[in-house]
């Protein structure tokens, strides 16, 4: 028998029981004591990533031990890959899932398999999940989750398709979008939630220009995967927030999505999410207005998915500080009185904490002046919501004082680099020249999130303090181009989105293969047939012309081609709508390779919610070699949750070191780590098998700055 972490007193009761020897509860329970689940993706559904199990505590955490370590059977050598996964325990089943987005079912305690399921069938196709969604009605035992543009229904214990559900086990989320134009992408790889026997999805979307749909949030039947309701996150005509957009935007616009995934007040039947910026990502001028919902934290009424309230954190996007995340379900105290919260994290660093019912403020919000835009058509908006507290979690505004102090080479290496350079503070839009942007649009924070301790109301955040720079470009095409040229163009426009400019993108913390060395990999004929059918998370680009697509090889394949081709015989004229594109997000680093601003680079915050103030804020991460020149730690750039528990502890991976943390929780001190052989670009589950406590990570690396990608997930108890 298992029970949730729903009930957290009552395990908390067992839990502190269990940890104590001799203590025995009532004979008949005994049992229960034995397992405490890890039922929902990141602990429960307000996503507070908190566990009350303290069997592995502060002082004995020294002693954890690596009891198995699961290597993934699809992974690709050489394959720029990732897990991302937070793993499922659920009546006494372990759930993981791996670099080809099977799931595998097995023991908590040996990783024995118990069954798997490939939603690719042996293609080899591969793709990101975050999270899997647990439904359980008597018998039936069901699990759900993105692949591609589909959601899946699998019977939990037989680890088959359910074929009730959507179209023979699977939901295409690309219909029934109440979207005229085409919808290429519409695929969910983080939390959905369900209330009520509704499934409720938000998703990432196409968001290049002219193949942009919008991300509206939706709830399905759990049993049939029937369309329930629909929530506009770009408003039509005569409904609320229309006007805070050029009146045909919502027919052409896409993004305000839900990619982050979605936590649920069950209590209240309140759902609540935080949506990304609205295309094209940098000039909005098609899209004159606020632009709500995008960029929102959005709570609706989970049976109808009627707005209750919104909170918009940047007006007019221009920078694609997306939400990343969901808001956190929090409680605080202040002046006495016990409120319902949730905390919004932030690429830009900022922590909106709002009143969970009314939205409002808790710590108060100022709306400050900030740049306008130099580029034509372009209207940004002229303030932007600055929370009073807490502070903001990251660096913000970079100037030459904040440039880096490594060494006298790097800092005069970088002041050099900074001459051709443009310095202003957050929201200042990007122009014509190139803009140092801080904190970077992969944040401050990303897709993990905060924990919640609700024993002491104290949130834990990490953060990433890295600058990049952007500037812009006209869009125009020249009239006649060579066909690598034409390529290049349309790699630029749509490719880089994902795949980056140079070296591989990292979108949002996943990654995608680097495709400037697609040639030494893959064959013409290879990469055409992707092109074209497109392949796991990689949407079709059937709809381009045949020359458009030959133009792409020619690019990607360094051919050389002095035959011109007039671009009025092209199809790829959309530009002409967007007038304005940016040149791409560009890391900018020292001529070592580390971050153009001072140190730290990546931190771990512990902040007091009663009060907004912070207790610490810790280095998170270290460069081995900098530290064997005698550096501390200088914390590096970061993407994975971290896990508070009633033991006193923090765990966290997310670092490019490879390793997986314990801190302290009360000083923030390093308590333990361990040496993985892939950065932990993921959160970590915890929970208790059969009286004992296990903490599991994904280690899968993946070229996040190069880092390697690796096969594992490891699992860490106390010796027997
Ligand atoms: C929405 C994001 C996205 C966009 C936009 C995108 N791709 Fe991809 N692409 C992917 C993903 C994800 C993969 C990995 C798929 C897999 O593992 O099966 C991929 C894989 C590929 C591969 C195989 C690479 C390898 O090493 O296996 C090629 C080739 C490719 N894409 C070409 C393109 C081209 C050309 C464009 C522009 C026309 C493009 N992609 C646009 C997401 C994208």
Redesign the pocket.
């Given at each position: 028998m298992s029970l949730t972490l729903d009930s957290s007193l009552f395990v908390l009761m067992l839990a502190a029981c269990a940890a104590i020897s001799g203590c025995s509860g009532p004979p008949e329970k005994s049992a229960i004591v034995e397992d405490v689940d890890w039922r929902r993706y990141n602990g429960d559904w307000g996503g507070a990533k908190y566990s009350a199990l303290n069997q592995i505590n502060r002082t004995n955490v020294q002693e954890l031990e690596l009891v198995w370590r699961f290597r993934v059977d699809d992974f690709v050598e050489g394959?720029?890959?990732a897990i991302q996964f937070n793993p499922l325990m659920v009546n006494g089943v372990l759930y993981l899932v791996t670099v080809?987005q099977k799931i595998v079912a097995m023991k908590p305690d040996t990783a024995k398999k118990i069954w798997e399921f490939d939603p690719?069938e042996e293609s080899?196709?591969?793709?990101?999940t975050r999270a899997i969604v647990h439904w359980e009605d008597g018998n039936d035992e069901r699990l759900f989750y993105g692949v591609a543009n589909k959601y899946l229904c699998i019977d939990a214990k037989t680890g088959v398709l359910v074929e009730s559900f959507g179209d023979q086990g699977r939901l295409d989320l690309t219909q029934n979008l109440d979207h005229d134009g085409i919808v290429?992408?519409f695929?969910s790889r983080g939390p959905a939630v369900i209330y009520n026997d509704l499934l409720i999805i938000g998703g990432?979307v196409?968001?290049?220009p002219g193949q942009a749909n919008p991300g509206h949030i939706r709830a399905f039947d759990v049993r049939t995967g029937e369309r329930k309701w629909i929530f506009h996150t770009v408003p039509h005509p005569g409904e609320y927030g229309y006007d805070t957009w050029s009146p045909e935007s919502y027919k052409y616009v896409g993004g305000a999505n839900a990619w982050g995934g979605i936590t649920l007040d069950e209590e209240r039947g309140m759902v609540f999410m935080g949506t990304g910026s609205a295309t094209y990502d940098h000039w909005g001028g098609n899209r004159i207005g606020d632009n709500l919902f995008a960029n929102c934290v959005l709570a609706l009424d989970a049976e109808t998915g009627e707005r209750i309230w919104h909170y918009q954190t940047v007006h007019h996007d221009l920078w694609d500080y997306d939400l990343p995340t969901p808001p956190t379900l929090i409680t605080l105290t202040k002046d006495g009185r016990e409120i319902d919260a949730v905390a919004q994290p932030s690429k830009m660093g900022h922590l909106f904490v709002l009143d969970r019912e009314t939205g409002e403020p808790i710590f108060g919000v100022e709306e400050r002046p900030v740049p306008p835009s130099e580029i034509p058509g372009e209207v940004a908006a002229p303030t932007q919501p600055f929370p009073i507290k807490p502070v903001a979690y990251t660096d913000q505004d970079f100037t030459l004082d904040d440039v880096t102090d490594l060494s006298p080479e790097s800092r005069a290496y970088v002041l050099e680099q900074l001459k051709d350079f443009k310095l202003g503070p957050i929201f200042t839009p990007p122009g014509f020249e190139k803009l140092v942007m801080s904190p970077q649009f992969n944040g401050g924070s990303e897709w993990p999130g905060a924990a919640f301790d609700p024993a002491d109301n104290t949130l834990y955040i990490n953060s990433s303090n890295e600058a990049e720079w952007i500037s812009m470009r006209e869009a125009k095409m020249e009239d006649e181009l060579a066909m690598p040229e034409l390529g290049e163009r349309?790699?630029q426009a749509?490719?880089?989105?994902?795949?980056g400019l140079d070296s591989g993108?990292i979108?949002n913390g996943?990654e995608?293969?680097?495709?400037r060395?697609?040639k030494e990999?893959?064959s013409r004929e290879?990469?055409m047939k992707?092109?074209t059918e497109?392949?796991?998370?990689?949407?079709s680009?059937a709809s381009?012309l045949e020359l458009e697509?030959e133009a792409?090889?020619a690019f990607?394949f360094d051919d050389r081609h002095d035959e011109m081709i007039e671009t009025e015989n092209v199809q790829f004229t959309w530009t002409g709508d967007i007038p304005y594109l940016s040149t791409g997000h560009h890391d900018f680093h020292d001529q070592d390779g580390y971050p153009i601003n001072k140190r730290p680079w990546g931190q771990l915050h512990s902040i007091d919610m009663n009060s907004g103030d912070f207790n610490w804020s810790v280095p998170l991460g270290t460069y081995a070699e900098l530290e064997a020149q005698g550096l501390p730690p200088t914390g590096t750039f970061n993407i994975g949750g971290p896990v508070v528990t009633a033991g006193g502890l923090v765990f966290i991976g997310a670092t490019l070191d490879e390793r997986f943390r314990a801190f302290d929780k009360e000083s923030g001190e390093e308590l333990w780590y361990y040496q993985m052989d892939g950065s932990g670009y993921a959160t970590p589950s915890t929970f208790m098998y059969q009286g004992r406590q296990y903490v599991v990570i994904a280690g899968g690396g993946g070229s996040i700055h190069q880092t390697p990608s690796s096969d594992s997930y490891y699992c860490f108890a106390l010796p027997e």
């Open positions: 394959r720029n890959t080809g690719y080899g196709a591969t793709g990101k290429r992408r695929d990432s196409g968001e290049g349309i790699y749509i490719c880089s989105n994902c795949h993108g979108i996943v995608f293969p680097a495709l060395t697609v990999r893959l290879e990469v992707i092109i497109g392949r796991g998370q990689m949407p680009w381009f697509r792409i090889l990607l």
